[in-house]
């Protein structure tokens, strides 16, 4: 495995930093060679790879707030004989907390079209929502039966 090393000068002496090893003093160290302007000992490919992370990261947790999202509309289509004030928070907070990520991100509304990326957000909302009532995951639809624009619009609920 290639271990990136990178140089701080310290005093008179070098001291190695390996990305791999420590993530976080790596970062730092990073961010002081930028800083100081010292673009020659930076580590581009890893900063290229670190920077993508945070791109995915954004796109998991979109991800996972709408799993919970769909999680909850499904147990609110499937029991309603349960239906409770705690649910509906649930659904209003996830829309809030979607909306928020969407604003503050406009790049991943795009993803809200991916047809795999729902799908497996829809997969996991599914799977949640089977643990949650202890109805069989068959029970729900295989995938999505609602339009995104309900899903995200405040207020709505399916019958």
């Known amino acids: 495995m290639y271990l990136a090393y990178h140089w701080l000068i310290d005093g008179g002496g070098k001291m190695a930093i390996a990305y791999e090893k420590d993530i976080i003093a790596w970062a730092n160290e990073q961010a002081s060679f930028i800083r100081a302007k010292r673009f020659d000992l930076l580590d581009l490919e890893n900063i290229a790879e670190e920077i993508e992370d945070v791109g995915k990261s954004e796109q998991r947790e979109l991800e996972s707030r709408m799993a919970v999202l769909f999680s909850h509309l499904l147990k609110w289509q499937f029991q309603p004989e349960r239906r409770s004030r705690s649910w509906q928070d649930t659904i209003a907070?996830?829309?809030?907390?979607?909306?928020?990520?969407?604003?503050?991100?406009?790049?991943?509304?795009?993803?809200?079209?991916?047809?795999?990326?729902?799908?497996?957000?829809?997969?996991?909302?599914?799977s949640e929502a089977s643990k949650e009532t202890g109805l069989d995951r068959s029970v729900f639809p295989q995938s999505c039966p609602w339009l995104m624009v309900d899903i995200l619009q405040e207020g709505w609920l399916p019958k």
């Open 93 to 126: 907070d996830q829309r809030n907390m979607i909306e928020r990520r969407l604003r503050k991100t406009p790049s991943l509304k795009s993803t809200l079209s991916d047809v795999d990326w729902q799908a497996d957000a829809w997969q996991d909302g599914r």
